[in-house]
């Protein structure tokens, strides 16, 4: 597999989306090199074991504006894309900078609508009818570079965080690997500061409800 576009997959917690990546590797043909975590100790981390993938854990430090030593173990494993899936803090802009669109994150909104934390409760009281995951490029803003792709799902009347929490993940779980391909493929692709899908500029997401 020495010429599969190679991932990094950073988590904190579960690991929910790692699993659905790791299975999907050889549908999309790439591969998951490096799993990155701020938590020694997360759960997730059992399945990039299993699967006999490399990791690497560091405590969080705010003064590490660049998070050189994690810099240095992607780079050493060569990766050509990093993937936030479920990945708990706010990167520093100088790591953000150094990898320029090549970071991805999963949000479990439609974005531009409500970043950050607490999606599905924003949704319940505003009586959105329709509710969905989000993966974009990361800038310096929090959950606003460049939207890629979204799924979208409906809310029904007796919706409850955790009945939409359930439903959305089963949605990212295709959603953030269908993705990962997508880029590998460079069907998505950067050209200056455009980005474009299938050679036409991406003005819309694309929707992927698989
Ligand atoms: C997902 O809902 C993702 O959108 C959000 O955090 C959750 C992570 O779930 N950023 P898991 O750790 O992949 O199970």
Redesign the pocket.
Known sequence: MSNSFKICVF????????DSIIKKQSLYNYEVVLVVSNKADAK?LDYAKKANIPIYTFKWDKKDTDLTLVQHQIKQHQCDLIV?????RILPEGFINAFENKII????SLLPKYKGLHTHQQVIENKDQTHG?SVHFVNAELDGGKIISQSVINVENNDTVESL?KR??FR?HSLLPHTIALIGQNRVQWQTNTLYFDHNKLTNPIIIND
């Open positions: 988590i904190s917690g579960t690991g929910s989306n790692l997730g936030l899936a479920g990945f708990m994150n999963i949000h479990p995951a929490a959305l993940l990212e």
